[in-house]
């Protein structure tokens, strides 16, 4: 790390201001490449519908991490289609799509079902 504002210019190029980091990128890739994986894709991801309250679901998803479960949401705010595609790319075996305060979730191959978000925690991760 840190600042490199002659580097552009000691390469030919105009005065540049600049910084620098390392984030150690090479090491994360060589762990990856030389570690197994035990599992495709993750257990639970959480879809906000526009009556979906962020505040509520954010506890819910670390109780499900602490029991672990893994699972997400979309921090970007994308649309609910956007959502969905997302745990789609990510392999989601449960979408729960919050409404208010209730939610419907989905899971591959079985019926949607519905539960108050306060009793989610508990069908999910007894």
């Known amino acids: 790390g840190g600042r490199y504002d002659g580097l552009i210019e000691e390469i030919g190029g105009s005065p540049t201001p600049a910084i620098g980091f390392g984030a150690g990128i090479e090491r994360l890739l060589l762990s990856l490449e030389n570690g197994e994986r035990t599992a495709e894709g993750i257990d639970v991801f959480?879809?906000?519908d526009?009556?979906?309250?962020?505040?509520?679901?954010?506890?819910?998803?670390?109780?499900l991490r602490r029991r672990g479960v893994s699972s997400d949401l979309d921090y970007a705010h994308r649309s609910v289609k956007g959502q969905?595609?997302?745990a789609g790319r990510l392999g989601a075996a449960k979408t729960i799509l919050?409404?208010?305060?209730a939610a419907v979730v989905r899971e591959?191959?079985?019926?949607?079902?519905?539960a108050p978000l306060d009793r989610l925690v508990e069908r999910i991760a007894p």
């Open 46 to 48: 959480f879809v906000m």
């Open 50 to 63: 526009d009556g979906g309250d962020r505040m509520r679901v954010l506890p819910l998803l670390a109780e």
């Open 84 to 86: 969905l595609t997302q």
């Open 98 to 101: 919050v409404r208010g305060d």
């Open 108 to 114: 591959h191959g079985r019926e949607d079902w519905e």
